[in-house]
């Protein structure tokens, strides 16, 4: 395939070489005349592991070349990649200025061109990107959106020190496009790069970047606030995360990873307050760690202003113990929900098959009686019943029961776990979805 790659910097370089290397015929367009010059030398415009070698060997094929002339460029190739910058500003935003004179040199060359082109955006840009350069090379080119080309939004992740081994052995590739032939038609350049592919929406492909990088810029401090800790304790941090890494279930896995309601039971409140309490004992600064819990109290409060937003009085609550297939009611974040709405003079019904306060015993008892001392005239045992009487369901955990209600079409549902049955109801609304 011919291909046309905007910008010859970090991402620019590396897609070129390896392109070529499976086979493409690659021309590099950039401003500077110093990088394009270094590219039709079959040198490369950057330092990196094996990079070197792959553009010689290419351009010793006659598959690299690169040039200043967009036109040129676009017109004899069926892809154009775009791998500008995206710079911060000084507030923080992104600087898309060099995207969208990108995307501007495009609409030029495709107005003189007849056949469809396929447009790529690699560079790291916000939800609505993809969008805006469409727009702008629909105006510029005269041409239609998904007619004469398609935008496609394929970010990269490429590290810098294994880019060329990111590049042709990803874990996986992330694509976004609402041309189906179109997107078939790109994925081509991916025939010999053996990695799972993604195929989204657009505006999942335009932000999964900034959440794997703000992931693991999360994943460094929070390994080093434990390792500021354990130093101070006289422990080897290394060996504490080497053995947190074995544990492939739960650590790291996608567990835990579906957004949703917040967190609690016995274990996770009480372990995290007390590795706080640990860290300033010991006087250290632990952000990450000390607000954890702050960020999972937000989490509640988002959920009882979207049950005050609803405009319903009468409230049934399915679950009240803090997950699934148990009676532990110790910090199930609905219990302080509950509170707050009783105290505002909602009506509540709780239909929860775990719970038996007969039974409860220990802490767990001792908990429930002093956040919810009423809590035997909420809760109800006939879930029919209650569901006639509510105006507003709120399910709070993923019992198997609840898949099988059948919640009257006039009743509003707020859904804190995602019970894909329910999305269909003409009044349901997913929490964070």
């Given at each position: 395939?011919?291909?046309?790659?905007?910008?010859?910097?970090?991402?620019?370089?590396?897609?070129?070489?390896?392109?070529?290397?499976?086979?493409?015929?690659?021309?590099?367009?950039?401003?500077?005349?110093?990088?394009?010059?270094?590219?039709?030398?079959?040198?490369?415009?950057?330092?990196?592991?094996?990079?070197?070698?792959?553009?010689?060997?290419?351009?010793?094929?006659?598959?690299?070349?690169?040039?200043?002339?967009?036109?040129?460029?676009?017109?004899?190739?069926?892809?154009?990649?775009?791998?500008?910058?995206?710079?911060?500003?000084?507030?923080?935003?992104?600087?898309?200025?060099?995207?969208?004179?990108?995307?501007?040199?495009i609409g030029i060359?495709?107005?003189?061109?007849?056949?469809?082109?396929?447009?790529?955006?690699?560079?790291?840009?916000?939800?609505?990107?993809?969008?805006?350069?469409?727009?702008?090379?629909?105006?510029?080119?005269?041409?239609?959106?998904?007619?004469?080309?398609?935008?496609?939004?394929?970010?990269?992740?490429?590290?810098?020190?294994?880019?060329?081994?990111?590049?042709?052995?990803?874990?996986?590739?992330?694509?976004?496009?609402?041309?189906?032939?179109?997107?078939?038609?790109?994925?081509?350049?991916?025939?010999?790069?053996?990695?799972?592919?993604?195929?989204?929406?657009?505006?999942?492909?335009?932000?999964?970047?900034?959440?794997?990088?703000?992931?693991?810029?999360?994943?460094?401090?929070?390994?080093?606030?434990?390792?500021?800790?354990?130093?101070?304790?006289?422990?080897?941090?290394?060996?504490?995360?080497?053995?947190?890494?074995?544990?492939?279930?739960?650590?790291?896995?996608?567990?835990?990873?579906?957004?949703?309601?917040?967190?609690?039971?016995?274990?996770?409140?009480?372990?995290?307050?007390?590795?706080?309490?640990?860290?300033?004992?010991?006087?250290?600064?632990?952000?990450?760690?000390?607000?954890?819990?702050?960020?999972?109290?937000?989490?509640?409060?988002?959920?009882l202003e979207r049950?005050?937003?609803?405009?319903?009085?009468?409230?049934?609550?399915?679950?009240?113990?803090?997950?699934?297939?148990?009676?532990?009611?110790?910090?199930?974040?609905?219990?302080?929900?509950?509170?707050?709405?009783?105290?505002?003079?909602?009506?509540?019904?709780i239909y929860d098959?775990?719970?038996?306060?007969?039974?409860?015993?220990?802490?767990?008892?001792?908990?429930?009686?002093?956040?919810?001392?009423?809590?035997?005239?909420?809760?109800?045992?006939?879930?029919?019943?209650?569901?006639?009487?509510?105006?507003?369901?709120?399910?709070?955990?993923?019992?198997?029961?609840?898949?099988?209600?059948?919640?009257?079409?006039?009743?509003?549902?707020?859904?804190?776990?995602?019970?894909?049955?329910?999305?269909?109801?003409?009044?349901?609304?997913?929490?964070?979805?």
């Amino acid at each position: 395939m011919n291909i046309s790659i905007f910008g010859l910097g970090y991402v620019g370089c590396v897609s070129l070489g390896c392109l070529s290397k499976n086979g493409h015929t690659v021309i590099g367009i950039d401003i500077n005349q110093e990088k394009t010059d270094l590219i039709n030398r079959g040198l490369p415009t950057i330092i990196e592991k094996d990079i070197d070698e792959i553009i010689l060997n290419a351009y010793r094929m006659g598959r690299v070349s690169a040039t200043p002339d967009f036109e040129n460029a676009v017109i004899n190739s069926e892809v154009s990649i775009i791998c500008v910058g995206t710079p911060s500003t000084e507030q923080g935003h992104l600087n898309l200025s060099y995207i969208y004179n990108t995307a501007n040199q495009i609409g030029i060359a495709l107005s003189k061109k007849t056949s469809f082109h396929i447009i790529s955006i690699r560079s790291t840009v916000l939800p609505g990107t993809n969008e805006k350069v469409g727009k702008i090379i629909e105006k510029v080119s005269g041409k239609k959106r998904n007619e004469d080309f398609a935008v496609v939004s394929n970010p990269e992740f490429l590290r810098e020190g294994t880019a060329v081994k990111d590049f042709l052995s990803p874990p996986i590739t992330v694509v976004g496009c609402e041309n189906e032939q179109a997107l078939n038609r790109y994925l081509e350049i991916y025939d010999q790069i053996n990695s799972p592919i993604e195929k989204t929406s657009i505006e999942v492909a335009e932000i999964i970047k900034y959440v794997n990088n703000s992931y693991h810029a999360l994943k460094i401090v929070f390994a080093n606030e434990v390792g500021n800790i354990c130093k101070n304790l006289k422990i080897d941090s290394h060996e504490v995360m080497r053995i947190f890494c074995l544990d492939t279930q739960l650590n790291i896995s996608p567990y835990y990873f579906k957004p949703g309601f917040a967190y609690g039971g016995s274990c996770l409140p009480k372990d995290l307050k007390a590795l706080k309490t640990l860290s300033h004992d010991l006087y250290l600064k632990t952000p990450v760690i000390d607000n954890i819990e702050l960020s999972n109290s937000f989490q509640k409060e988002i959920v009882l202003e979207r049950i005050e937003k609803s405009g319903k009085t009468k409230i049934l609550i399915l679950g009240i113990s803090f997950k699934a297939g148990t009676d532990d009611l110790r910090y199930s974040p609905i219990v302080s929900i509950i509170e707050s709405l009783l105290g505002k003079g909602y009506l509540i019904n709780i239909y929860d098959k775990n719970i038996n306060l007969s039974k409860l015993t220990g802490e767990n008892k001792s908990y429930i009686t002093k956040k919810l001392p009423h809590l035997d005239k909420l809760l109800v045992t006939n879930i029919k019943d209650a569901l006639d009487w509510t105006e507003l369901v709120v399910i709070t955990n993923k019992e198997k029961e609840y898949e099988n209600l059948f919640i009257p079409q006039s009743t509003k549902i707020l859904d804190l776990v995602r019970i894909s049955k329910f999305e269909n109801h003409p009044f349901y609304e997913g929490l964070l979805w």
